[in-house]
């Protein structure tokens, strides 16, 4: 059984089908993501999947002291990236590779 955290806030995760990410917020993730523009422009799409991306299955934001984190309900793990981060990270990597 997971322990849930202690003095925190858990958030409900608003999902907006019409969510389109700003262009500041889409140059941010892609360079987190390890893309370079404009080699990668291509790979752009990645990123903007990634942005709109939901949560995992068990998976809901918290907040403690305005600082996000996402914690799991089944396995009692807690991560600071969303769940999906690595995912996309790895997407973006093999399409890189294939480009090359």
């Not at 999947?49 to 305005?66: I, N, Q, R, S, V």
Request: aromatic share 16%; charged share 30%; glycine share 4%.
């Amino acid at each position: 059984m997971a322990i849930l955290p202690t003095n925190n806030v858990v958030l409900e995760e608003e999902i907006d089908d019409k969510f389109e990410p700003s262009e500041e917020e889409l140059m941010e993730y892609v360079r987190w993501l390890g893309m370079s523009l404009p080699e990668d422009q291509d790979l752009v799409w990645i990123a903007r999947e990634g942005l709109k991306a939901p949560l995992p299955a068990y998976w809901k934001p918290w907040t403690d002291d305005d600082e996000i984190y996402y914690f799991n309900f089944m396995s009692g793990d807690s991560v600071w990236e969303h769940p999906c981060d690595e995912y996309y990270r790895c997407v973006q990597q093999e399409f890189h590779l294939e480009f090359i």
